[in-house]
């Protein structure tokens, strides 16, 4: 709390390139939301690039780790006055410049009443906050968990407040090996998102555990540290930054592999969808899904954006993967 609160008062502070990794190319849709974010709201934030799934009108979406909130801003814009955006994030000063702000985004937004709200708390506890089981459609985070030293804590409870079909989309530091005590106590490496980064083998085996779909891979690349003292400590250890997506798929959805059309019409995807590393969806294509997508597809919020049909898909089909 005090590496993000007292320590780090601007993005420039940051002794690494982690936090400032970009992942997609920005639509203009979302550099022009982008632009009506307070500046002080963009100069405390710290997360990796942008995070930001497809398909969100009305939707109800939780950020954890919001820090200051321009993921939350942004967001606020994409559901529209009708979604609802709770942010929640463990260091006080962080929420506090972000709940500084309501008024003027609702204003320069041009919404009636807030549709986003903030808490100061634990990912790990968002029942301390008083978030209900089943109350989300959406749970992003961006770069954040990697803070949290009990990482099953937190996916469980993202679980939890998930609604059925529900996703969690977010973005994550990665380690190629389970990073040794030196390195998990160091205090830089810890608040530049390195030493807690979870060997991503781990990451598959928490995801079933807790009962998500098995993680789809959306991106990744490869993180320079920059910093010789800070690499000698690392070692051999490699990092990635990389986006998954979750989802929170009853059981029984779909039995067997089957082909998808993409209707169109995704805001900002109306011909294409890149769902994930794996498949890419466009408008009118039938294209051949394993079990798991058509599972995801027909029981999440993509589900009207799609005609799932059965049918054995070929060769070419691929399972979600690192």
């Not at 030293?149 to 937190?154: E, F, G, I, Q």
């Not at 109306?270 to 599972?295: P, Q």
Request: with cysteine.
């Amino acid at each position: 709390q005090d590496y993000y609160g007292k320590e780090l008062q601007k993005t420039e502070d940051l002794k690494t390139n982690v936090c400032i990794t970009s992942a997609r190319p920005l639509s203009k849709v979302v550099r022009d939301a982008l632009d009506r974010i307070h500046e002080e709201v963009v100069a405390r934030y710290y997360g990796c690039g942008l995070v930001i799934p497809e398909c969100l009108s009305s939707c109800r979406i939780l950020d954890l780790g919001c820090g200051s909130g321009r993921d939350c801003y942004l967001l606020s814009q994409l559901v529209g006055e009708q979604g609802h955006i709770t942010g929640i994030d463990m260091t006080e000063g962080q929420v506090e410049v972000a709940k500084k702000h309501i008024a003027y985004h609702m204003d320069k937004f041009g919404y009636q009443k807030p549709n986003v709200e903030f808490f100061h708390g634990y990912m790990e506890k968002l029942g301390d906050a008083g978030l209900a089981d089943e109350s989300y459609d959406i749970v992003i985070s961006n770069c954040v968990i990697n803070l949290a030293p009990d990482k099953r804590a937190v996916l469980r409870e993202a679980f939890r407040v998930l609604k059925a079909g529900g996703e969690m989309y977010f973005s994550d530091v990665y380690a190629s090996q389970h990073l040794s005590e030196t390195i998990w106590k160091h205090r830089v490496l810890w608040g530049e998102c390195l030493a807690g980064a979870l060997y991503w083998r781990d990451l598959y085996s928490i995801a079933e555990e807790v009962g998500f779909s098995p993680p789809c891979l959306v991106t990744a690349s490869p993180i320079t540290i920059g910093n010789k003292e800070l690499e000698g400590i690392i070692g051999n250890c490699r990092f990635v930054s990389a986006t998954f997506r979750l989802f929170k798929v009853l059981g029984g959805s779909w039995a067997g592999p089957g082909q998808a059309i993409y209707n169109g019409g995704i805001v900002g995807h109306e011909r294409e969808l890149v769902f994930d590393a794996n498949f890419t969806f466009k408008e009118g294509e039938v294209v051949d899904v394993d079990a798991e997508m058509a599972a995801i597809l027909q029981s999440s919020r993509f589900a009207d954006k799609f005609l799932i049909r059965a049918g054995k898909a070929n060769a070419a089909a691929q399972h979600c993967s690192c």
